[in-house]
């Protein structure tokens, strides 16, 4: 039996694709697979997931999976345990239309939080540029000020393209956002090769239609890796803390010692030094509505 090192690149059902060097297996994965580091908390195989493949007279079998460096999840519906989007990815793409559909900070934020829980660097990006900024404007100062990277790009006219090209080399990274953003159409003006379906908006509802139904993860001709996932219309955050949820928000972590509680919430406290900072418009309180109510999903 030969043993080979591989990258899962796609999920159907039972079967898994795994790119091993330049070429993609189908296989199947052992019963009993042996977790490198301790059985994670969803004992899945994901896409992004190192492999161990043992082959034989056919493609072969998953025998073992390489600890994870990063996973990026969220809470399942009906489900105890958490849905992983992707795993070892090193940046994620957050990808917002300017307008057509409408952007919601609620989910841009949530995005931002499940962001820095996996230690993954976010990278805010703004799609259809050519249609007018919009309220973005004012979305890409509020987040450039809190030390996040925004780009404003344009997949129809190529509009900042390099920027987001730039980023991809020798990484692997992951393109999420709601339904109608423009994922597919950036990623094929990355690289025309991918030949992704593209679809537009619903005529009912206004909002985006899923053209993605499963996350994939592509290799680039100029090295590193993609992964496209289906659009998101809401994001869960798995099991965080109250005190790490402080924390996810830069803005109200910097001002955690100008509270007169050790433990204040910033919610109902008096002298609580973030709510001092709203009322002078420190922080923004668009971003405090978003902390809240994640505060109140905690319990």
Request: glycine share 10%; charged share 20%; proline share 5%.
């Amino acid at each position: 039996m030969e043993l080979i090192d591989g990258t899962v690149i796609a999920r159907h059902g039972s079967l898994i694709r795994v790119q091993v060097e330049n070429r993609p297996l189908l296989v199947t994965a052992r019963r009993n697979l042996t977790w490198e580091g301790g059985t994670p908390e969803a004992p899945k195989i994901v896409v992004g997931d190192r492999v161990s493949v043992e082959r034989g007279t056919s493609d072969g079998v998953i025998v073992a999976v390489r600890e994870r460096s990063s996973c990026l999840m969220r809470k399942a519906i009906a489900s105890p345990q958490p849905q992983i989007l992707a795993a070892n990815i090193d940046q994620a793409l957050l990808i917002f239309a300017t307008k057509n559909p409408e952007p919601k900070v609620g989910l841009l934020d949530r995005f931002l939080v499940a962001s820095h829980l996996a230690g993954i660097t976010p990278v805010i990006t703004f799609n259809k540029i050519d249609q007018g900024e919009g309220r973005t404007k004012a979305w890409t100062k509020l987040y450039s000020g809190l030390g996040y990277t925004v780009l404003q790009v344009s997949a129809r006219s190529s509009w900042g393209l390099g920027q987001v090209k730039r980023l991809l080399p020798n990484r692997t990274t992951l393109f999420c956002g709601p339904s109608g953003a423009g994922k597919s159409s950036l990623l094929n003006a990355v690289y025309p090769g991918f030949k992704l379906r593209v679809g537009g908006l619903s005529e009912a509802t206004g909002k985006g239609k899923h053209t993605t139904t499963r996350a994939e993860l592509m290799p680039l001709p100029f090295g590193g890796f993609v992964v496209d996932t289906p659009g998101l219309k809401e994001f869960g955050i798995w099991e965080i803390t109250s005190e790490a949820l402080q924390h996810a928000f830069p803005e109200i972590s910097e001002n955690l010692g100008n509270c007169h509680f050790s433990n204040c919430s910033h919610v109902h406290e008096p002298k609580c030094g973030v709510k001092d900072a709203i009322e002078t418009g420190l922080i923004d309180r668009g971003r405090y509505r978003s902390y809240c109510q994640l505060l109140e999903e905690i319990g």
